[in-house]
T-cell receptor, first 114, second 114 residues
Framework: DTGVSQDPRHKITKRGQNVTFRCDPI?????LYWYRQTLGQGPEFLTY????????KSRLLSDRFSAERPKGSFSTLEIQRTEQGDSAMYLC????????????FGPGTRLTVL | AQSVTQLGSHVSVSEGALVLLRCNYS??????LFWYVQYPNQGLQLLLK??????LVKGINGFEAEFKKSETSFHLTKPSAHMSDAAEYFC????????????FGTGTKLQVIP
């Protein structure tokens, strides 16, 4: 399977703990995006990488959030000092960088903060 | 800023009936438009996309959408609903350049009644 994969699929943590999610994009895609989706809402953009460079960050991405894509392949999203409001589905998508081809989404990581 | 509005958070149709999911967009530049489908606890799957070529776009699973600039609409249709079409559908817009960040609507849940 050469689609976008995310790990873990589910994460339950206690408030105040740190969590890290991983995304493996489609190998030939140089663009990688992170989104957050809360219940009843569409995905909201968090951040974007082109190769290893993080080129845009949403204001939703507070200083507790950090994302990396060290070698331009997989990416990690870390949330420090989690809060109950961080509970959501975190979606990763990748794209080939050619305009209009769309983005291809992974299955998401569902985070529950107790 | 770009945005999409999906009219109707829930739509119910009978099996075999026409599916019509409405989407209106707002964009200051020629947009790219997308429809995605999301099954429970899964990521988003691209159904179809409009990228300024033909205004009637055909996608997977028998869905199609028509871009109408005068109405700023991109409604999704399917002539005959199947039970397997029950899911949440998201309309989305991105610009044709830059980071191609995608802005999603709030989604429409489609229920198919046997």
């Amino acid at each position: 399977d050469t689609g976008v994969s995310q790990d873990p699929r589910h994460k339950i943590t206690k408030r105040g703990q740190n969590v890290t999610f991983r995304c493996d994009p489609i190998s030939e895609h140089n663009r990688l995006y992170w989104y957050r989706q809360t219940l009843g809402q569409g995905p909201e953009f968090l951040t974007y990488f082109q190769n290893e460079a993080q080129l845009e960050k949403s204001r939703l991405l507070s200083d507790r959030f950090s994302a990396e894509r060290p070698k331009g392949s997989f990416s990690t999203l870390e949330i420090q000092r989690t809060e109950q409001g961080d509970s959501a589905m975190y979606l990763c998508a990748s794209g080939p960088g050619l305009a209009g081809l769309g983005q291809f989404f992974g299955p998401g990581t569902r985070l529950t903060v107790l | 800023a770009q945005s999409v509005t999906q009219l109707g958070s829930h739509v119910s149709v009978s099996e075999g009936a026409l599916v019509l999911l409405r989407c209106n967009y707002s964009s200051s530049v020629p947009p790219y438009l997308f429809w995605y489908v999301q099954y429970p606890n899964q990521g988003l799957q691209l159904l179809l996309k409009y990228t300024s070529a033909a205004t009637l776009v055909k996608g997977i699973n028998g869905f199609e959408a028509e871009f109408k600039k005068s109405e700023t609409s991109f409604h999704l249709t399917k002539p005959s609903a199947h039970m397997s079409d029950a899911a949440e559908y998201f309309c989305a817009v991105s610009d044709s350049g830059g980071y191609q960040k995608v802005t999603f609507g709030t989604g429409t849940k489609l229920q198919v009644i046997p």
